[in-house]
């Protein structure tokens, strides 16, 4: 892995700054009236490189790791873009890189870092299984040389747009096996070969973010789609959540500043009683508390991230980085929807969109509350509770 | 085709500028490729893509300078040079910077050099035009338009707003006007490539320059902001005695005429 230096990394966020400045918030405004996926910025994205960041050389990515990664999706929600629809084309394929064998990289990551394969669908939730995932109950049943997949998955973003998804499924039985984590596989099911097998129900949500309902009615999948192990999917979703933490963190850090940013501006020109709102420290108050809490939330992200490109373990500083920084992005917001006063409400100035998403981060991909119970239990030895 | 660009560090002017001691305060300043030199930097990457060759990028100037550099070998230039004159100049003016850069480039065999049309913390101007004179080529300032076939030349000028077409040939200096392209902003393989080009950096010595032989021509004698905007003047009443008190305060008050 290639690490850059200060300088470098610098270019790399002006590079995206100035593709974003591309995609003003009206850009994203319109997407998010007409509920539209942003395909054309997600086509900059992918035609300039940066969703591949992660991707090694020699399967056509740039090589680069998670301190830059964190840098491309902060700066794009820093803009008033977001990331969401995106992001996950850069770490899906993690679970390929790590677990997957050399055929199966050799097949796909060129394709996946050129754009050519989307792979940015991961169904893991299910509607009776969201936080509890070893409870899963859509199955895989080996017969021949494929799997024939059942069942149902739910908030599975941006299938719809995706060509392969990361699938998670049972393929043996919870009451036969000796850990409730066993008997869980990882597979890369090719949805637009089993199209007429998928049944893909778009979900309506209070964000744009093109998240799905799938059924699965004897999918296909070939045994070479198998990833690593049968049985070990549990641990390689596990080793894949890191990154997906550190980043998510980092587009609450970007959501973060962004509402920082808005509400210095307008704190500074709204004049009320005769002087500028932020003269009252009232409101300028929550502004600098915010700024505060993003700026600490930043430096546990930049300690996860480098430790994961240390290749150290770093789920403790993953999940707090992930926690932090969702918890002050929604400060933040709230902050911002507070100097804003009622025109925070009006959609033209865009606090309420960028409102709305960042709360998404508190919830998925895991809830605060289970990051919370994890360093509970995992990170400080206190008892389980679950 | 052998293709150099002149660039500069300058500091971003849409940002707060403020002066300390006689200088302009580099501590809270922004740094970025002069806006100019984008444009032309761009339009050397186009032609070196259409005809072949070489982009090299040059400036004169401090350490600094590599990050624009580097950005420029990331929008797709070939080679970077920086001509650092930290420690041997003090004071330098356009003559000073002219004389490097013409220097430099006197056995290089440029077939074009693509220069900003001004910087915009200066805005003399200058240096494009008085290379070339030390080369003794011919140069085309605020271009909008560049063709090249052979070595003929067409070259549309901007001139205060109206256009005025000009055929030449190369060797060539030409000086980029707003409006001549869309400059690219760096993609993150070109960033990745860009770590692997070459950026030399060389100092007078090198050019077999002494401190006296680019000693500035000119002196600054004062930096000073622009004096803050006066409150205006509503004049009133009857129309024709508005007219004679603006008549009598251009006379009296602005006496400017
Ligand atoms: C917009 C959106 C996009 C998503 N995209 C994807 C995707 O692409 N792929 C995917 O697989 N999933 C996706 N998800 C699903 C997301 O990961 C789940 O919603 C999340 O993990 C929570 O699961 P749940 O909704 O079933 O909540 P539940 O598990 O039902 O939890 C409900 C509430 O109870 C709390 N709770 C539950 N158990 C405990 C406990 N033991 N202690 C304390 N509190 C507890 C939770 O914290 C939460 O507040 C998405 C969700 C949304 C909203």
Known sequence: MAISTKQELELIRESVKALCTKFPEAYWRETDEKNAYPEEFIQALTKEGWLSVLIPEEYGGAGLGMVEACAILEEINRSGGNSGAGHAQMYTMGAVLRHGSEEQKRRYLPKVASGELRLQAFGITEPTAGSDTTSIETTAELKGDRYIVNGQKIWTSRAEYSDLMLLLARTTPKDQVNKKTDGLSLFLLDMKDQQHNITIRPIDTMINHATTEVFFENVEIPVENLIGVEGKGFRYVLSGMNAERILIASESVGDGYYFVDKSVQYANERVVFNRPIGQNQGVQFPIAQSYMEIEAARLMRDKAAELFDAGENCAAEANMAKYLASEAAWKAANAAMSTYGGYGFATEYNIERKFREARLFIVAPITNNLVVSYVGQHVLGLPRSF | ?257
């Open chain 2, 1 to 257: 085709m052998n293709i150099f660009v002149l660039m500069k560090r300058t500091f971003d002017t849409e940002e707060k500028i403020s002066i300390s001691g006689g200088k302009i305060n580099e501590d809270g300043a922004e740094f970025i490729i002069n806006p100019y030199d984008e444009y032309a930097i761009e339009e050397a990457i186009q032609v070196r893509d259409a005809q072949g060759g070489e982009v090299t990028v040059i400036t004169v100037g401090s350490e600094e300078a590599e990050k624009q550099l580097r950005t420029a070998l990331a929008m797709g230039a070939d080679k970077a040079v920086l001509i650092n004159t930290e420690d041997d100049l003090e004071y330098s003016d356009q003559f000073t910077t002219a004389k490097i850069l013409a220097e430099y480039l006197k056995d290089k065999d440029a077939d074009l050099i693509i220069g900003g049309n001004v910087a915009i913390d200066g805005g003399s101007g200058q240096v494009g035009p008085r290379v070339a004179e030390l080369l003794n080529i011919p140069y085309v300032t605020t271009i909008t338009n560049l063709e090249i076939n052979g070595s003929t030349v067409t070259v549309v000028r901007d001139v205060e707003g109206d256009s005025e077409v000009i055929e030449t040939s190369l060797p060539l200096l030409v000086t980029a006007q707003q409006g001549l392209n869309e400059p690219r902003y760096p993609s993150l393989p070109g960033i990745m490539k860009a770590k692997k080009k070459p950026l030399d950096e060389l100092e007078l010595d090198d050019l077999d320059l002494e401190e006296d032989d680019v000693e500035a021509k000119t002196k600054t004698i004062e930096i000073y902001l622009p004096a803050q905007k006066q409150a205006g003047k509503v004049l009133e009443g009857e129309l024709a005695d508005q007219v004679k008190e603006l008549v009598s305060l251009l006379h009296n008050e602005a006496k400017v005429v």
